[in-house]
Nanobody, 125 residues
């Protein structure tokens, strides 16, 4: 079964860190671009970060310098390390995979075809 499963969300205080994981099954992650997205209540889903098969990474402006996307090929898992979290980072976070060899840059929802179920991140004091 081809699927993505996110984990690692939670409730944290401002300034804290979290690492989200996105585990793939049924396919090999290094064959596809991977993106992280988030959606807050009442807002559209937005791209947070992406990682191409060539090793390029992209970040939306609001998370640059705070978030880092990485891949562990051996574990078939992609991570999103989130540091210096802010209340405005509160959202449901999703990972997604594009088609094999798809050329992507900044993460756009329309470029991704396989989605996980999401993991909730809440940043609050």
């Amino acid at each position: 079964q081809v699927q993505l499963v996110e984990s690692g969300g939670g409730l944290v205080q401002p300034g804290s860190s979290l690492r989200l994981s996105c585990a793939a099954s049924g396919f090999t992650l290094d064959e596809r671009p991977i993106g992280w997205f988030r959606q807050a209540p009442g807002k559209e889903r937005e791209g947070v970060s992406s990682s191409t098969t060539a090793g390029d990474t992209y970040y939306t402006e609001s998370v640059k310098g705070r978030f880092t996307i990485s891949r562990d090929i051996a574990k078939n898992t992609v991570y999103l390390q989130m540091n210096s979290l802010k209340p405005e980072d509160t959202a449901n976070y999703y990972c997604a995979a594009a088609a094999p060899r798809e050329r992507v840059g900044m993460p756009r929802v329309r470029d991704y075809i396989l989605w996980g179920q999401g993991t909730q991140v809440t940043v609050s004091s």
